[in-house]
């Protein structure tokens, strides 16, 4: 059993000083509690004394009780450290964050600056309940955000997630024993990224358009990586006569400065390239060494997303005819899984060359794709069926 005890004060010198100077005070008009009688004390997982008073005894009981409890079960948590400022238990586990990427850290960071640390900084993390939470979640909707505009469902739930890990960082801490995010209806995010499925012809239309940049157009059509890994496929990567692309890295602009990484997720994977522009790759990076970016600016160096869009992608959009669809070099990858599912590929395929973390994650996104194969189960059912009552009726016939 834990040791927790009641303490009776009423002997204390300390009480009795405490009392005198209280009973003196009230009979001048103060309104302040009289000192506590009853003291619970306990040891802490830590080994440290600890303390509370109450001026009731059954106070003193149910906490000294309440305690005992959580002592036992291992729940305990000291309510001193329930005090400390959502701000700092924030910057600890932002501190904590050594797996993910840049560009993950950074909008971390942006939604920590701008929603999370001025509304909740000066909280004790002990205060925050589920009510303020979801208080807290309708203000995001109903207010207008850092750029002056009404933050999107999709940046709402980030900014609520980002609470919910900082707040799971305060449990594993043991500073509270139960996170207030939980179970919170949030906001219905519209598909702000509609998915465009392009024809071959309206891809290659497309990969026309672009003149310089044909083949990274084809690239990402028929290849289904990332804008961002496109850009860091080095020469030495490519290997035509396998036609594969090997992915190992991506470019991410953080704060305006281009920065080599590995790619999301560190799903490292060979992308099959077709043929028929395998050896017009294989030409794009004749000459050049092997640790040379196999697209490159024309300047030379590595691209950028927004001179790529603004140059190059978005003027050949128009020119193919598919400027109104909404098409985005990112959204070429949804094009490449359509085209991929089209041609026979498995889901363990697609999913192997989009860089998804799991098939579960393709399935989500392209379920709808794949071939509905419900009346070829029903057929091969109805056969297996035929096949069984055939043999029972010759069975019963030899019987009778």
Same mark, same amino acid.
């Given at each position: 059993?834990?040791?927790?005890?009641?303490?009776?004060?009423?002997?204390?010198?300390?009480?009795?000083?405490?009392?005198?100077?209280?009973?003196?005070?009230?009979?001048?008009?103060?309104?302040?509690?009289?000192?506590?009688?009853?003291?619970?004390?306990?040891?802490?997982?830590?080994?440290?004394?600890?303390?509370?008073?109450?001026?009731?005894?059954?106070?003193?009981?149910?906490?000294?009780?309440?305690?005992?409890?959580?002592?036992?079960?291992?729940?305990?948590?000291?309510?001193?450290?329930?005090?400390?400022?959502?701000?700092?238990?924030?910057?600890?586990?932002?501190?904590?964050?050594?797996?993910?990427?840049?560009?993950?850290?950074?909008?971390?960071?942006?939604?920590? %600056?701008?929603?999370?640390?001025?509304?909740?900084?000066?909280?004790?993390?002990?205060?925050?309940?589920?009510?303020?939470?979801?208080?807290?979640?309708?203000?995001?909707?109903?207010?207008?955000?850092?750029?002056?505009?009404?933050?999107?469902?999709?940046?709402?739930?980030?900014?609520?997630?980002?609470?919910?890990?900082?707040?799971?960082?305060?449990?594993?801490?043991?500073?509270?024993?139960?996170?207030?995010?939980?179970?919170?209806?949030?906001?219905?995010?519209?598909?702000?990224?509609?998915?465009?499925?392009?024809?071959?012809?309206?891809?290659?239309?497309?990969?026309?358009?672009?003149?310089?940049?044909?083949?990274?157009?084809?690239?990402?059509?028929y290849c289904g990586i990332r804008w961002a890994e496109?850009?860091?496929?080095?020469?030495?990567?490519?290997?035509?006569?396998?036609?594969?692309?090997?992915?190992?890295?991506?470019?991410?602009?953080?704060?305006?400065?281009?920065?080599?990484?590995?790619?999301?997720?560190?799903?490292?994977?060979?992308?099959?390239?077709?043929?028929?522009?395998?050896?017009?790759?294989?030409?794009?990076?004749?000459?050049?060494?092997?640790?040379?970016?196999?697209?490159?600016?024309?300047?030379?160096?590595?691209?950028?997303y927004a001179n790529f869009r603004s140059r190059t992608?978005?003027?050949?959009?128009?020119?193919?005819?598919?400027?109104?669809?909404?098409?985005?070099?990112?959204?070429?990858?949804?094009?490449?899984?359509?085209?991929?599912?089209?041609?026979?590929?498995?889901?363990?395929?697609?999913?192997?060359?989009?860089?998804?973390?799991?098939?579960?994650?393709?399935?989500?996104?392209?379920?709808?794709?794949?071939? %509905?194969?419900?009346?070829?189960?029903?057929?091969?059912?109805?056969?297996?069926?035929?096949?069984?009552?055939?043999?029972?009726?010759?069975?019963?016939?030899?019987?009778?």
């Open positions: 059993m834990a040791r927790v005890w009641i303490e009776d004060r009423a002997e204390h010198a300390d009480f009795q000083e405490s009392m005198e100077k209280w009973q003196a005070a009230k009979k001048e008009g103060s309104k302040r509690r009289a000192p506590g009688r009853w003291r619970v004390r306990w040891y802490g997982p830590d080994g440290k004394g600890k303390a509370r008073t109450f001026g009731k005894l059954p106070q003193a009981e149910a906490e000294r009780d309440a305690i005992a409890a959580r002592l036992d079960k291992g729940s305990y948590r000291d309510p001193k450290s329930g005090k400390a400022a959502v701000k700092a238990v924030a910057e600890e586990w932002f501190a904590s964050k050594r797996k993910i990427g840049r560009t993950t850290k950074r909008d971390y960071r942006d939604l920590l %600056d701008n929603y999370v640390i001025p509304y909740w900084g000066d909280w004790q993390v002990a205060a925050v309940q589920w009510e303020d939470v979801d208080s807290w979640v309708t203000r995001l909707e109903n207010e207008p955000g850092k750029s002056g505009r009404h933050l999107s469902a999709a940046r709402i739930i980030k900014a609520y997630r980002v609470l919910a890990m900082v707040m799971k960082h305060a449990v594993f801490s043991k500073r509270v024993s139960v996170s207030p995010c939980h179970d919170h209806e949030l906001p219905r995010p519209d598909d702000e990224d509609e998915h465009v499925y392009l024809t071959f012809e309206q891809l290659e239309q497309l990969a026309d358009a672009a003149g310089e940049y044909r083949l990274m157009i084809l690239t990402l059509g496109a850009s860091a496929v080095k020469v030495g990567r490519l290997a035509v006569a396998q036609r594969r692309i090997r992915i190992v890295q991506n470019y991410t602009d953080v704060s305006g400065v281009l920065a080599l990484g590995p790619v999301k997720n560190h799903e490292k994977r060979s992308v099959p390239v077709p043929r028929s522009f395998a050896e017009e790759l294989g030409g794009l990076g004749a000459g050049r060494k092997a640790d040379a970016l196999l697209f490159t600016a024309p300047e030379g160096g590595p691209l950028r992608f978005d003027p050949a959009v128009k020119a193919a005819g598919l400027d109104g669809l909404g098409i985005t070099p990112h959204k070429l990858r949804h094009t490449a899984a359509s085209l991929a599912i089209a041609a026979g590929a498995d889901v363990k395929v697609v999913q192997l060359m989009l860089g998804h973390k799991d098939a579960a994650m393709t399935l989500n996104i392209y379920g709808h794709l794949f071939p %509905d194969r419900l009346d070829e189960v029903a057929d091969r059912l109805d056969a297996g069926r035929t096949v069984a009552l055939d043999k029972l009726r010759a069975s019963l016939a030899q019987a009778a």
